[in-house]
Nanobody, 117 residues
Framework: QVQMVESGGGLVQAGGSLRLSCAAS????????MGWYRQAPGKQRELVAS???????NYADSAKGRFSISRDNAKNTVYLQMSSLKPEDTAVYYC???????????WGQGTQVTVSS
């Protein structure tokens, strides 16, 4: 079955960095546009970054210049390198295909990122 397993979150001070990983299975990873989303307490889940099958990337304004999304199709894994972290980046981070994210389907458990000031 379809599965997304996110990891790499944690507690970090403002200005610090984290690298998130998402291992995907149960579908043909290499043909899917992948995205990293996040949901802060009391807020809706939002798309932070996306990457196409050929490696083109797109970022939310809040992530531009600080976050970098990448993928390894051989490992069915998508990454999110986050730097210059801010307290407002605190959220649970999820990966998903863009299509399923739009349908609100196949979410994993996410990984918690907490940025202290």
């Amino acid at each position: 079955q379809v599965q997304m397993v996110e990891s790499g979150g944690g507690l970090v001070q403002a200005g610090g960095s984290l690298r998130l990983s998402c291992a995907a299975s149960g579908f043909i990873f290499g043909v899917k546009i992948m995205g990293w989303y996040r949901q802060a307490p009391g807020k809706q889940r939002e798309l932070v970054a996306s990457i196409t099958t050929t490696g083109s990337t797109n970022y939310a304004d809040s992530a531009k210049g600080r976050f970098s999304i990448s993928r390894d199709n051989a490992k069915n894994t998508v990454y999110l390198q986050m730097s210059s972290l801010k307290p407002e980046d605190t959220a649970v981070y999820y990966c998903n295909t863009i299509a399923w994210g739009t349908l609100n389907a196949y979410w994993g458990q996410g990984t918690q990122v907490t940025v202290s000031s």
